[in-house]
């Protein structure tokens, strides 16, 4: 929350009203000191509409993913000589893209 905004405090008001806040001893001065303060206003909130070119569809998402993936599940599958690898990689893979659901 920012005090400094325009119509709230002054940057002198605020230099005041920090002093007395600082100087005070009980929650009873503090009270008084937040009391003086302007109360905020709320500015309208702004909605963007959304269209469906700015979503991902979560299958495309899966496939995007695994083609960046797969050169490193071959290559590891390649040195380690565990083809066992690349195979659950690429069952895990299935199990994403049937399972990922289109937006709705």
Do not use: Y
Request: with cysteine; aromatic share 8%.
């Amino acid at each position: 929350m920012c005090l400094l905004t325009p119509g709230r405090l002054t940057q002198d008001e605020f230099h005041t009203h920090a002093g007395r806040a600082l100087a005070s001893r009980t929650h009873g001065e503090l009270a008084a000191i937040n009391v003086s303060i302007p109360s905020r206003r709320e500015a309208p909130l702004v909605r963007t509409v959304r269209t469906d070119l700015d979503r991902i569809d979560k299958k495309s998402l899966a496939w995007g993913i695994f083609m960046i993936l797969m050169p490193a599940a071959l290559g590891t599958a390649f040195v380690t000589h565990f083809v066992g690898f690349l195979v659950l990689f690429v069952a895990a893979f299935i199990g994403v893209t049937v399972a990922a659901q289109p937006d709705s």
